[in-house]
């Protein structure tokens, strides 16, 4: 993590949280030396906020609710030229974002995202697991692209983030970045990582509300034109 706060960090970690305080330690502890954590708390009553800051991680607080509030409000306070983001519940480990950033350093790649590999059977919901493997489905119909996930392990430059334009601020924003990347020409790269049972309980795929819920929200962002995102001055990636 960021241990020289006059010296900006090589990478950006956004880390959406709302009542993570039981595995935050472990998360904090994984984030690559010399980069910054950025912990957006979403609203937790579970002392997450002052966790995270007791890990050294520089903590945003974001009113608003959703899954996609929470991260734009990382993406905003980050200052380095990669940004990356990870779920905060100790499914999957931060000390893999190297793996994900280095198409990026090389240029081969715009957008890199972690697709998931559970390591046991309870780590992924069966109800989720379908919906995922559906929602990859319609991607790959709207896109073009060859994805199987819509992996939250995932890594791009913070100034072509914000070209985008992202608007979507619940369960959508994941699936719009990726929609609007590949509308936008961006070079979206897949890799493997392992997905672990996460701490406590979900609260989009916890549930079969939840997951329907988001659900409706990644329809809405499929359902969006793509001439809007062409008539968009920039976009970003190269």
């Not at 954590?37 to 966790?51: F, H, L, P, Y």
């Not at 509030?69 to 999957?92: E, K, P, R």
């Not at 590999?117 to 919901?125: K, L, N, S």
């Not at 983030?161 to 970045?177: E, I």
């Amino acid at each position: 993590m960021d241990e020289s706060p006059t010296s900006p960090a090589p990478v950006d970690v956004v880390l959406p949280c709302l009542d993570e305080a039981a595995a935050l330690p472990w998360v904090l502890s994984r984030i690559p030396r010399n980069w910054r954590a950025i912990v957006v708390d979403n609203g937790s009553t579970d002392r997450s906020a002052e966790t995270a800051r007791a890990h050294g991680a520089h903590v945003v607080g974001e009113p608003l609710r959703g899954f996609g509030a929470a991260c734009h409000a990382g993406l905003a306070a980050a200052t380095a030229d990669i940004v990356c983001f990870c779920d905060c519940d100790a499914s999957l480990d931060p000390a893999l974002l190297p793996e994900l950033v280095a198409p990026l350093t090389a240029g081969s790649a715009d957008l890199v995202l972690g697709r998931r590999r559970p390591t046991t059977f309870r780590a992924w919901p069966p109800h989720a697991r379908l919906a995922n493997a559906e929602l990859a489905r319609l991607i790959r119909r709207r896109t073009g692209l060859p994805l199987h996930d819509l992996g939250p392990l995932r890594a791009a430059r913070r100034r072509d983030l914000l070209a985008l334009d992202l608007t979507d601020r619940r369960s959508g924003y994941p699936l719009q970045m990726v929609v609007r990347a590949a509308d936008a020409g961006w070079r979206v790269r897949e890799t493997d990582v392992p997905y672990h049972p996460r701490t406590g309980r979900s609260k989009v795929t916890g549930t079969w509300r939840g997951t329907w819920q988001a659900v409706r929200d990644m329809r809405r962002v499929l359902d969006e034109d793509p001439a809007a995102v062409t008539a968009r001055d920039g976009g970003g990636a190269r």
